[in-house]
């Protein structure tokens, strides 16, 4: 049994700095969705003349031509109390990415003859608090999709990197360098799943785009040297012709970036200088060289603070569009050896992952009845038998499972959406990850004490005292 039988589908969503995209688990695998005609669309928002909130390609359309009506990384706004301001419009940060899932939504249902998705995923960043995930959820409602689980990005990552490979009690590190921000995390394999081992680490400055204003610089020095006046009017222009030639040049520059992660050197042409300018892989590496290795000390500070050594991570993962720069992986490996592991779409592994979380492995196997540790003759029994499928330690149940839970009051809670896993078995504590309305049952009850990973990515806690019985 699959949590998405009969033609059922869940959706997992990556809304990132620069990117979004999307998975959908179905039909027993996991998919990446394909908007626009591609893996991922820009997270640019736009209003456009008619008043309409716009996104992805319509978005950087608008951006390009009427930069003031668009904002290029809405997620950077998530958390502030000011709403963006496009064009002669507010728009808040809520319906921002309403609008982005729900372009991803309208992709998944059109590939299920317009179903519903019955589970939802949302990633966000390790470090995001409380007040900035429930952004997500108020997002997730009001594009009318189900009670998102949240996860961290590098936690999904890890998951679709992992699961195969590892065996119980390797640890592996995460290093996941994308367009706004990088996030560090050390996690270990758990007979469930992984959990996150000391404090996560990373940089909310360091990035892609930050890059991207580096190689800007660059070039406008070029520019510089030969036309100062042209150089201030593009950096500083407010006329219409200026704020694009800044807008394109800032594009050229990220161009230039990525292309230097295949080739030696590159040439862009300038219009408005009418000039062809030349950067070279050496070039980038110098300008990128303080941030990058300030990323690298962060990953060896997470280590350490995880009470890790290098030497016994079984992996460093990267993750993130910025971690193909072949700079980053070559000083990765002056630290970390063979462990860096470079494998998959960086970008793509985040969704990937997160849609494998919106229901579950899919393959059977073996039942699993965990017995809580340290919770004296009060140890939690969790079965799962004969109604979860597991696979790697991971549950599977169709939406409309009835849980039967007996502990202080017998309850029984029918479930909106699918087991998502049993992430992990603590201290007596067993750790469902679930949609829909079990999550009711994480209310009042006893937190997961030592708690490395952060509440909301594993749902409720049932607590020691507390039998489990699918039925
Ligand atoms: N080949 C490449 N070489 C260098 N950088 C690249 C390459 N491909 C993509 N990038 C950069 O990766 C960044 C986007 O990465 P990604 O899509 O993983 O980030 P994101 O999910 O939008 O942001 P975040 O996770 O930080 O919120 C952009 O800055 C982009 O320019
Ligand atoms: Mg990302």
Known sequence: MTATGSGGWTLAIDVGTSRTAGALWSGGRVTPLEIEGNRWMPSTVAVTEEGNLVVGQAAAAIASARPDRAERAPKRNVGSPVPMVLGEHSVSTTDAFATLMSAVAAEGRRRHDGADPSGLVLTHPVRWEETRQAVLQEAASAAGLPEPTLIPEPVAAAYHYARGELAEGQKIAVYDLGGGTFDTVVMQRTPEGFEVVGPPGGDESIGGDHFDHLVFLHLGGLIAAQDPELWQKILTGTERQWMRAAFDLLAEARQVKETLSTYPSTQIYVPVADRELLVTREELESLISEPVDRSIDELLDTVEDAEVRP??????????????????????????????????????????????????????????????????????????????????????????TRLVVIGEQATEYSLAGPVLGLAAHRGGAAVLLAGGQIRSLAEGRRRWSSAPVPDATLGPVISADTTVVAN
């Open 311 to 400: 030497e016994d991570l079984a992996a460093v993962f990267l993750v993130g569009g910025s971690s193909r720069i072949p700079m980053v992986a070559a000083r990765l490996a002056t630290h970390f050896g063979e462990r860096v592991r470079t494998r998959d779409e960086p970008k793509s592994v985040v969704v990937e992952g997160a849609a494998m979380l919106s229901a579950g492995w899919s393959r059977p196997t073996s039942s699993v009845s965990a017995r809580g540790e340290g919770a004296g003759d009060r140890s939690a029994e969790v079965g799962v038998e004969p109604i979860l499928d597991v696979r790697d330690g991971v549950v599977a149940a169709s939406s409309g």
